[in-house]
């Protein structure tokens, strides 16, 4: 979303663009065109349905896709709230509708034109846009996801085209880290779109998540997310000018741990490695934390049941949506899900039976079976 954001603001410095101008300029057939604007595009304020979110992204994935065809996805189904009134969610469609309007405004392809907008002024030639045509010698890792606790098996593939403007750029820890400086402290871009980036009064916009972070008492720019096979996280401290990239091949959203670990190691804090409880609970304690729990309407998952199984001498936890996390035992009924990263804390009552579950900091219910 970074280079994204970087390569419409890049038009915007040429005149090719202004921020203000509506979607029904380029792309009249999507629901609010009139009302919705390039700026609330970018800080994903739009109200836009999200592609994600649609029955049958995974058959999406599987096919190769441009611009026009993932926009084509969202045409005519309503707004989810009035355009810029809030931010609700990560929106992958605004961004794929970005990237359609950088094509449009460009002539060129999305991998094309952000290769001449933004990748090749910086520098960044281990840097490129996967539109499932990039050159067989350009190596790449191989993606992985989490098989149980500890081990991995190959993910399933994905055609990158799906992610056009969202989630489809290929770099190296190098070039990101080289990317950040120059967003903050070079002159890529002019400095009225580069305060319109480090805007703290939007918690979020162009790529980024910003404001105080408590850990480090700092302002801080970053972001993190996963795709299959692959995790990423990056971090800036302008203050301190200390940048973070973390980039991983496994599913898993523990780079975000990490590389607020490696910058506490940075800046000479303090921080809390990962121990791993030993000797391990064997199947006969793992089935003593078996069960269901019911969360909130404010849950990650509104209203989820989720239900914690074990298998095999471990233990699992199931989503409503059939996704399944792995738990790492850390502690005396203290877990980390493998998937997510978090913290999973059981909590028993007088006879000893799991009464409550603590995911990251929501308390879930134990669902009582009914009379």
Not at 35 to 43: D, N, V
């Amino acid at each position: 979303m970074q280079f994204t954001a970087a390569a419409v603001l890049k038009l915007a410095d040429n005149g090719s663009i202004t921020l203000d101008e509506h979607v029904a300029d380029f792309v009249p057939g999507i629901e609010g065109a009139d009302k919705i604007t390039i700026r609330e595009l970018l800080a994903e304020r739009s109200g836009l349905p999200d592609i994600n979110a649609l029955p049958g992204y995974d058959d999406i994935l599987q096919r190769h896709q441009t611009p026009a065809s993932l926009v084509a996805r969202i045409e005519g189904q309503p707004l989810l709230f009035e355009p810029g009134s809030k931010f609700l969610h990560e929106e992958h469609s605004a961004y794929n509708l970005l990237a359609l309007i950088v094509e449009k405004k460009t002539g060129l392809p999305f991998a094309a034109a952000v290769e001449r907008l933004v990748f090749r002024p910086i520098g960044l030639a281990r840097s490129g846009i996967d539109d499932d045509s990039r050159i067989e010698s350009v190596p790449m890792a191989k993606g992985y996801e989490p098989e149980g606790t500890f081990a991995v098996k190959p993910a399933t593939g994905i055609h990158w085209s799906a992610k056009t403007g969202n989630a489809s750029v290929y770099t190296t820890a190098g070039d990101d880290a080289r990317w950040v400086e120059e967003l903050f402290h070079g002159h890529s871009m002019s400095a009225s779109s580069r305060e319109t980036v480090l805007d703290t009064t939007q918690n979020v916009g162009y790529g980024w998540f910003k404001g105080e972070n408590k850990r480090f008492g700092k302002t801080a720019y970053y972001m993190n997310g996963r795709a299959p096979g692959f995790a990423s996280f990056v971090i800036h401290l302008p203050d301190t000018r200390t940048t973070v990239v973390v980039l991983s091949n496994i599913y898993s959203s523990g780079t975000t741990n990490i590389g607020y670990d490696i910058a506490a190691i940075a800046l000479g804090q303090t921080y809390e490695p990962l121990h791993l409880r030993s000797p391990a609970p064997d199947s006969v304690e793992l089935s003593r934390c078996t069960g269901t729990f019911r969360f909130g309407s404010d849950f990650y998952q509104p209203n989820a049941v989720v239900a914690l199984t074990s298998n095999g001498g471990e233990l699992f936890m199931r989503w409503p949506s059939g996704d399944v996390s792995a738990l790492i035992p850390v502690g005396l009924d203290h877990f980390v899900d493998r998937s997510y990263w978090v913290d999973v804390d059981i909590r028993r009552d007088s006879s000893g039976q799991p009464a409550g579950l603590l995911y990251d900091h929501f308390q879930g219910e134990a669902a009582r079976p009914q009379p």
